[in-house]
């Protein structure tokens, strides 16, 4: 099932839940805005080439629109229609100011060199400054973009509308990004962790965890979980996939990604095929890579007792019902990751203030976030009758028709 679909399916079941009127249904689910853009760039060698951006703004009923840039093949308006949407729900769980948007370059990145990658940024960016905005639409990075890219909107944004580092979030430190930044997703899910393992009665020492997926989210989460007790007995990544039963040295496994690009190779572990991560033995499954890859076909193998979606739409509704019946507890995404759009709320907040704060006050804050939002999604579990992915559906809708209908946009 695709990502729209899935999620579509998810605002609707939360949408009957809260009892809400079919208008005002129908209008939280229309984006506010699409935008579809022709980025003709010269390469290297003098040849022109031509790529497809999008930005899909959702929903502002709460504030600014907020959400990623991703530079990647398969970037279609269907998914980032469903990222965009899921934003609104993920900022509203979170209880940050804004709504939802997404966007992205349909390229890959690994075959544009640096300079070709700054012009396609920077003739992105010459397309939708009007439309994007420290108060309207704040863009981040998201899959094949990151800091530099972030620093290119934002110096060719600043060109029309003078120096805005707000405009951005997942800047360099030095053009106002903030500390903690970069460790924010994975840390966010290890507090969201230690929040669903608390309200079972158990605390991350001693549990045996799998990871899927090593990039920025999957090791911060691993390194995390490492230095707080947990044992972290398989992990994969695009490489391949390793395992250990005694647990892995997670400080050794970052140096060898860090150095071969990947986890295959290291010494400390079995090599193990990558399909299988999944299915192995474990307490707690943290998928951190694609969407999509728990589904009807591996669900009913999986052993763990609790899934944490660290990727955005890792579990297919068909594994949900066959997780549930088995008794799996899954923390979903639009939770448990957000963590990175919290702390990218803080950075722009920093660079509204013009006041930097330092990393503690920034992890500080940014547990106290995902401690209270928990506890928020529980309390909608116990209200509506339902698990964890409609207690977050259900507060996030929730909140959100609550500002439309406050600012008088219902139809």
């Known amino acids: 099932m695709n990502a729209l679909v899935a999620t579509n399916r998810n605002f609707k079941l939360a949408a009957r839940l809260l009892g809400l009127d079919s208008k005002l249904e129908k ?9 579809k853009v022709e980025c003709t760039i010269p390469k290297d060698d003098g040849s022109l080439a031509s790529f497809v951006g999008f930005r899909v703004q959702h929903d502002n009923a709460r504030g600014p629109m907020k959400g990623g840039i991703r530079y990647h093949p398969e970037v279609d308006p269907d998914e980032v229609n469903a990222l965009a949407q899921l934003m609104t729900w993920k900022t509203s769980v979170a209880n940050i100011p804004y709504g939802g948007a997404k ?14 990658l700054e012009r396609l940024t920077r003739v992105f960016t010459q397309k939708i400054h009007d439309l994007i905005g420290v108060h309207t639409d704040v ?29 951005v979030t997942g800047k360099p430190i030095d053009l106002g990004g903030s ?28 549990q045996r965890f799998v990871i899927q997926g090593f990039g920025n989210v999957g090791s911060w989460a691993a390194k995390l979980i490492h230095e707080s007790g947990g044992k972290i007995v398989a992990v ?50 943290i998928p951190a890579a694609l969407g999509g890859v728990i589904n009807r076909e591996n669900a009913n193998d999986i052993k763990a007792k609790f899934i944490i979606e660290a990727a955005n739409h890792p579990t297919d509704p068909e594994a949900d019902e066959i997780l549930s019946k088995k008794g ?50 529980k309390e909608m579990c116990k209200t509506h009758n339902c698990d964890l992915r409609m207690g977050a559906f259900t507060l996030g809708v929730n909140r959100v028709a609550r500002a439309t209908v406050l600012r008088g946009w219902e139809a």
């Open 139 to 167: 863009p981040a990075p998201d899959m094949g973009t990151g800091p530099r890219t972030m620093a290119w909107i934002l110096d060719e944004y600043s060109k029309f509308h003078g120096y805005s580092p707000a405009v």
């Open 328 to 377: 799996v507890v899954i923390l979903p995404d639009i939770y448990a990751n957000s963590g990175g759009v919290t702390v990218s709320y803080f950075e722009w907040v920093q660079n509204i203030q013009g006041f930097m704060w330092d990393e503690e006050k920034v992890n500080n804050e940014l547990k106290t976030y995902m401690t209270k939002g928990f506890k928020d999604v």
């Open 236 to 285: 994969s990544d695009i490489t391949g996939a390793i395992k250990n039963s005694k647990g892995i040295d997670i400080p050794s496994l970052l140096n060898h990604a860090k150095e071969h690009k990947g986890v295959k190779g290291f010494h400390g572990g079995d090599p193990i095929d990558p399909k299988s991560i999944l299915v192995e033995d474990c307490d707690i499954l």
């Open 27 to 35: 209008s939280l689910l229309i984006p506010f805005r699409e935008i």
């Open 103 to 116: 966007g992205g370059i349909g390229c890959d990145p690994g075959e544009l060199s640096i300079s070709e």
């Open 179 to 206: 500390l903690g930044r970069n460790a924010a997703t994975g840390r966010g899910v290890l507090f969201a962790t230690e929040a669903l393992l608390n309200e079972h009665g158990k605390s991350i020492y001693g």
